[in-house]
């Protein structure tokens, strides 16, 4: 008689029991995904060939497989949280050993700036340049700048407005531009206002004064347009003629002047961009602004037409310094880093890796894989291209365990363990049997 088919039975139970557990246990891991016990029946071999009486004698468990299926992705408040939806894994370094693999997106930074996840194994990808350009390659451990982000002067402003038709004519003289008074908002029409900034990124606040003048004989209108800086008039025009100042230091020359068609629309004068040489000056706060050379300095994009004066575009370029205060990953992997000063630029891109037999991955703990001879070597791509997934930030991949269907799997071990339990107490019993006979 034989109980090898009853232990086997018992060892297959226990063994089915254990991957459930682990299920079980793993259900709220983050990126964790179900294991299923796989078994196969045993044979003798026979002698000479199959026989036709083959009694089996138990079961083995060929492999604990795991489901790479998809888990329900949930929304958190942390924009450093990472999902994959669909295909790939993140891959992770510790600096010393092959790249480790996992679908896990809960990652932090560290004190040098790393993505990095709980374990300290750094987030890989590809780095940005100084000026935010992706520089696709070799991965590597992707790390957030934690500098200030240098400043930049400003060399371009584009403008948008509309200026009324309908206001009453505020130049002195018919064609002849003598200036306003900046303390007098009855010498001109309209006024608009905006930052730029110096080398060192100090911002200078430049304020734009409109003066409507008699139309001409032609029909056409001129508008004359004054310029200071920080409160000051600019010292020359567009052509870079000296500005004239009076006693009380209004200008008396305007920066440039706008001439629009007897039917409104935009200007005859200018047609395209002018050039302004911002002037040195003292700020509101006391500081020393540097002179700005050179700005291309659009308004031919101005109209005039019969409604109110409306701005619609004030686009300067140039920032101040800034430092770090965010990041956001977009559903390509690109983060973009963002500064205090408003700014944000790429400071990197999360690359992924797919595996043609991802059940061939050995399991390390941790929620990493590890790449072996059974799943090949991984296939690498940015989110969303080709079999890679989509990132989602502010969230993450639960488990795919799904516990109605282990507690009923737990159920069946149970009675399959009773079962071949059962069967050795038989066999035991029959056995018995038989050293009784005399």
Known sequence: MSFQQGLSGLNASSKNLDVIGNNIANSSTYGAKSSRAEFGDVYASALN???????????????????????????????????????????????????????????????????VNNEGLKLMGYPAS????????????????TGVIAPAVTTKIDVELNLDSRVKVTAPEAGT???????????????????????????????????????????????????????????????????????????????????????????TLPTGAINMDVPAGVSARGNTTLPIPGISFNISSATENGSSFAVTKLDPDGYAPGQLVGIQVDSKGIVQARYSNGESKPAGQVELANFRNPQGLQALGGNVWTRTAASGQPTVGVPGDGTMGALQSGALEESNVDITAELVAMVTAQRAYQANAQTIKTQDQVLQTIVNLR
């Not at 990472?82 to 560290?110: C, E, M, W």
């Open 130 to 145: 100084g000026t935010g350009v992706i520089q696709p390659g070799t991965a590597q451990p992707l790390q957030l700048p």
């Open 177 to 267: 531009a003598t200036g306003i008074d900046l303390r007098d908002s009855t010498t001109y029409n309209n006024a608009t206002s905006m930052t730029v900034y110096d080398a060192k990124g100090q911002d200078v606040a430049l304020t734009f004064y409109f003066q409507k003048a008699a139309p001409a004989d032609d029909g056409s209108d001129t508008w004359y347009v004054y310029a200071t800086a920080n409160g000051a008039p600019f010292d020359t025009d567009s052509d870079g003629n000296a500005i004239s100042l009076d006693d009380n230091g209004n200008p008396t020359t305007p920066y440039t002047t706008l001439t629009f068609p007897p039917n409104g629309g935009k200007p």
């Open 49 to 115: 060939g199959a026989g036709l009486n083959q009694i089996g004698i138990g079961t083995t468990l060929q492999a604990v497989a795991q489901q790479f299926t998809q888990g329900n992705i949930s929304t958190t408040e942390n924009p450093m949280d990472l999902a994959i939806n669909g295909g790939g894994f993140f891959q992770l370094t510790d600096g010393a050993n092959p790249p480790f693999y996992s679908r896990n997106g809960q990652f932090k930074v560290d004190s040098s700036g790393f993505i």
